[in-house]
């Protein structure tokens, strides 16, 4: 059975906080996970990609993965308004071929 | 840049018409999938391909076929088209890897909003 879980939202944040995006996964045989962003109206695109535990980081966006608790998150730095979006989690196993995509977290950033 | 083209953004079509939505992507993948995405169901995902020709059930086939005949074109094929056919289709691809978690990574096309009356 292959799970992600992710809080639908509204994450409602502040400009310049940090939004911290959460999610689950129940194939303990998972090794890639994605984090993808969606405008409204628009298609996903991929923001990060960690199949290590611990963190990883790129300019503002920091991705954590737990591999034992089989959790993974998304921290975004310094929140802007233009962050406000739908940020899709995907988890790649060795088991099935192809991501599963959770339903998304829609996060709001207030000026 | 990875580019995946959709060929329509948006589209009507009316119950029982054939439909065909045409994905192209530039960028040499092997791999080619075809998603539907509605509101609080999410993604979901209709049927994949790993090389001409070849095709694989996703999770909602159901009313669905696809057809691969190019390396960089898959197409999805609605045979009758129905109202609870109305969705985001979306197109993805990705290279093929034996390893290495770049390889898995998908990357979309625009989108064709689907409308069946």
């Known amino acids: 059975q292959k799970e992600v879980e992710q809080n639908s939202g509204p994450l409602s944040v502040p400009e310049g906080a940090i939004a911290s995006l959460n999610c689950t996964y129940s194939?303990?045989?998972?090794?890639?996970f994605f984090w993808y962003r969606q405008y409204s109206g628009k298609s996903p695109e991929l923001i990060m990609f960690i199949y290590s535990n611990g963190d990883k980081e790129d300019g503002r966006f920091t991705a954590q993965l737990n591999k034992a608790s089989q959790y993974v998150s998304l921290l975004i730095r310094d929140s802007q308004p233009s962050d406000s979006a739908t940020y899709l989690c995907a988890v790649k196993s060795v088991r099935y071929s192809t991501l599963t995509f959770g339903k998304g977290t829609m996060l709001l950033v207030s000026p | 840049d990875v580019k995946v083209t959709q060929s329509s953004r948006y589209l009507v079509k009316r119950t029982g018409e054939k439909v065909f939505l045409e994905c192209v992507q530039d960028m040499d993948h092997e791999n080619m999938f075809w998603y539907r995405q509605d509101p609080g169901l999410g993604l979901r995902l209709i049927y994949f391909?790993?090389?001409?020709?070849?095709?694989e059930k996703g999770d909602i086939p159901e009313g669905y076929s696809v057809s691969r005949e190019k390396k960089e074109r898959f197409s999805l094929i609605l045979e009758s088209a129905s109202t609870n056919q109305t969705s985001m289709y979306l197109c993805?691809?990705?290279?093929?890897?034996?390893?290495?978690?770049?390889?898995?990574?998908?990357?979309f096309g625009p989108g064709t909003r689907l409308t069946v009356l």
């Open positions: 194939d303990r045989g998972s090794q890639s």
């Open positions: 391909s790993y090389d001409v020709k070849m095709k």
């Open positions: 993805a691809s990705s290279p093929r890897g034996l390893a290495g978690v770049v390889k898995d990574t998908q990357y």
